[in-house]
């Protein structure tokens, strides 16, 4: 059984996010998509939005489950029995980062290996910021996200 964590801040879930979500879930019998809490980057959406969202847009996957976490990845991958990290490559500015996660992840738990899914060319310049900036300013954010979170972020920036 191979089980693993694939962690963001999913603020809010991207279809970029959800391309790595399907194919990872071809890879692993279980995908646990851990959401990092993250209180100290003031996210726009709580957790449990963010949470409510990727339960939606994955409702018709398997193999998929979503957890919020706070505190260390390795130790949120370790209470799920994991041994692999899915993360998303976008462009070589990714890469530094990514790298240096990757190693210190596996320093602190020799037991953890990551993997990385090369980005699908169509959203390689899609982030979660730019989504958040695009709908702040009432622009048209359709082609990034899926609907459900359209609606979501148009209730945000309304209020
Ligand atoms: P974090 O706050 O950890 O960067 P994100 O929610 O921004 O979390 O991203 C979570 C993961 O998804 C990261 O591995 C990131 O590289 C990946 N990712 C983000 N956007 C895309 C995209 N458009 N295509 C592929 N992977 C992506």
Not at 1 to 24: E, K, N, Q
Not at 27 to 32: A, R
Not at 114 to 130: D, E, G, R
């Amino acid at each position: 059984m191979t089980r693993a964590v694939y962690p963001g801040s999913f603020d809010p879930v991207t279809l970029g996010h959800l391309d790595v979500i399907t194919r990872g879930s071809r890879f692993f019998d279980e995908v646990i998509v851990g959401v990092l809490q993250n209180s100290a980057k003031s996210p726009l959406f709580s957790v449990e939005e963010r949470v409510n969202m990727l339960r939606e847009v994955t409702e018709g996957i398997d193999n998929i489950e979503i957890q919020s976490f706070d505190g260390l990845l390795i130790d949120f991958a370790k209470s799920v029995d994991a041994h692999i990290i899915v993360r998303g490559l976008r462009a070589v500015t990714d890469f530094e980062y990514e790298l240096q996660l990757a190693q210190t992840n596996k320093a602190v738990y020799p037991d953890i290996d990551t993997l990385f899914l090369v980005t699908s060319v169509v959203y390689s310049y899609l982030s979660s910021s730019v989504v958040r900036e695009i709908a702040s300013y009432n622009g048209d954010i359709s082609k990034f996200v899926p609907e459900c979170v359209t609606e979501k972020l148009k209730e945000k920036f309304d209020k």
